[in-house]
């Protein structure tokens, strides 16, 4: 379950009766689109229905059973969700909104890079001033992922900008192959990958053209500044320098 200050009200009103739930604000959402696959009691602040939420007061049986055929809170609790309405407070709001921003600034800063500047990657704080520069609102009650093209879209007057993959070959000397690739195999997306006679490693991932600087950190960290790393063009190509 989660905690009262981290929820949300859903609030249904029908047949002249009242029914609040607790619940995760994105949760609620998902399941509103019927995209949630989750566990309900784990998005929940309470395994329960209410007639008013913030004073504890619940509503008739007999009502829940004319409105919803079933006394049990855990049917009950996703049908207030779909067919009623989503309460959040001012400080909510604005406590969600925060969130999403900093979610949508992270998922640019991961994905896109800078055109102009041999597709490098665009820091958190440019995306963050360029965003506010051009106004972009988040919306606190829609996914980040669908809120993505409408901002890439406000800020390509500011800043070119637009998103990229980057796929990259790295040969791990033998002294560092078997702990280091496991580390950077978890970057992305393995096109291929080699174990030399020698006991050295090459491996050819794709992944965000934004987490270039993180990755080449994470080479280094791990293999002692040792690694050879180049940018594939041609994913077969295996070469490195």
Known sequence: MISL?????????????????????????????????GDLEDVIAAEDVFEDASRGDRPAEADLEKVFDTTEPLEIIPEVIKQGEIQITADQRREMQE????????????NAV????????????????????????????????????????????????????VTVAVNVPA??????????????????????????????LTFPAGLQNDFY????????????TEIVKDKDDLRTR
């Open 5 to 37: 200050d981290e929820a949300v009200t859903a609030r249904l009103e029908s047949h002249g009766a009242r029914f609040e739930v607790l619940v995760d604000p994105d949760a609620a959402l998902d399941i509103k689109r019927d995209e949630f696959e």
């Open 99 to 110: 969130q999403k921003r900093k979610q949508l600034i992270d998922t640019i800063t991961r």
């Open 114 to 165: 800078n055109p102009q500047m041999d597709n490098a990657p665009h820091p958190p704080e440019r995306i963050e001033n360029a965003l506010e520069e051009a106004g972009f609102t988040v919306d606190p009650m829609e996914p980040v992922q669908e809120q993505v093209d409408d901002a890439l879209d406000a800020l390509r007057p500011i800043i070119p900008i637009r998103f990229e993959e």
């Open 175 to 204: 002294d560092h192959a078997g702990s280091a690739q496991a580390k950077i195999r978890q970057f992305g997306d393995l096109e291929r990958e080699e174990w030399q006679g020698d006991g050295s490693w090459i491996g050819v």
């Open 217 to 228: 950190d994470t080479v280094n960290e791990h293999t002692s500044g040792e690694a050879e």
